[in-house]
């Protein structure tokens, strides 16, 4: 099951790196979900890799009670998101998406496509079968804003898009 730790943003991934050195067990995976971009530095266009969610790093693992005691060694403000009293973790279908997208190495690959009219049609990378969640196309940034659902409620991310042609 996934969790999510609440931390300052700008720190997820030097608090991901000590989880994973001081805190976290063989069998617990913590991570920042990451999403590819293009931008233009010195005129020339560059891939680049963002946070997904500012704020947020990610821990999957059966036995949450147990990695919070150990989450202690760590000297930074870091808070497991809860519904009530309870640690809760993502649901199940949020989970699966989240795993579709960002793949085994949780990050969500830059994406190409091109315009047919209005209609967006995804060629290549992450968002391939997911055009009826976009919400925006910002064509000449390269970018695109999704929906995606985290924590029973449905959150807009930024996401790289290149539309190569419009027909």
Partial sequence: MWYVIQVFTGREMEIAKQ???????????????????QTKIRGQRKLIRTR???????IETEAIEDFYKRLKRIPAMTKILKTGEYMTP????????????????HIVRYSEGYLEGENLIVTRGAL???????????????????????????????LGLGVVEKR
């Fill in 128 to 158: 391939a079968g997911y055009e009826g969640r976009i919400k925006k196309i910002l064509r000449h940034k390269r970018l695109v804003v999704l929906e995606v659902p985290l924590l029973g409620r449905m959150v807009e991310v930024t």
């Fill in 52 to 58: 997904l969610f500012p704020g947020y790093v990610f």
């Fill in 90 to 105: 993502l649901h199940r279908d949020e989970e699966a998406y989240l795993r579709q997208l960002g793949g085994e190495e």
């Fill in 19 to 37: 989880c994973r050195e001081r805190v976290a067990a063989e069998y617990e995976n913590v991570f920042v979900l990451l999403a590819e971009r």
